[in-house]
């Protein structure tokens, strides 16, 4: 699996460090998305995909 980010789209609202943040982090400036681990493995997959139905301005997907 690979998490994809679209920096573009993301509104800052923070979902995805809230429900992962070993995955997510936010830019300090901005507050957009910074992944933290682009590949995690397979055990990280359930929160990976809550991440991701969880953002507002749907600017993650996964991959793989």
Do not use: N
């Given at each position: 699996?690979?998490?994809?980010?679209?920096?573009?789209?993301?509104?800052?609202?923070?979902?995805?460090?809230?429900?992962?943040?070993?995955?997510?982090?936010?830019?300090?400036?901005?507050?957009?998305?910074?992944?933290?681990?682009?590949?995690p493995?397979?055990a990280?997959?359930?929160v990976?995909?809550?991440?991701?139905?969880?953002?507002?301005?749907?600017?993650?997907?996964?991959?793989?």
């Amino acid at each position: 699996m690979k998490i994809v980010a679209d920096t573009d789209k993301c509104v800052g609202a923070g979902q995805c460090v809230r429900t992962a943040p070993e995955l997510f982090d936010q830019g300090e400036d901005d507050g957009v998305v910074v992944v933290l681990d682009a590949e995690p493995g397979d055990a990280l997959r359930p929160v990976a995909d809550e991440a991701v139905d969880l953002c507002p301005a749907r600017a993650l997907s996964l991959t793989g």
